[in-house]
């Protein structure tokens, strides 16, 4: 749930992040594949790197969930979550990791 105080900040920033939310996902998995090489072996899909898919589930999460909390601020979008944690949960991810 947003908070009163960012609830503005999501609103006003939504637009612009949609714009480029390609480019953030990029640049977002580009630093954590330099920070976190070990990633690549057995936690996530070579494949769905290099063909962008990958990138464009992470986008088209982020734009949903953002989505979802400013126009329904009184719901977590649920699905969303469900969906990503159960893929989390079935490659083994760690509560650590998430650090």
Known sequence: MLSDKSRPV????????????????QCFYRHLFTTHPELLNGTFNR??????????ALAGA??????????TPDH???NLLARISQKHASLGIQPEQYQ
């Open 10 to 25: 999501i609103q006003a920033t939504l637009p612009v992040v949609g714009a480029h939310i390609q480019e953030i996902a």
């Open 47 to 56: 494949g769905h790197q290099a063909d962008g898919n990958q990138q464009q």
């Open 62 to 71: 982020v734009a949903a969930f953002a989505t979802a909390l400013v126009k």
């Open 76 to 78: 977590l979008p649920e």
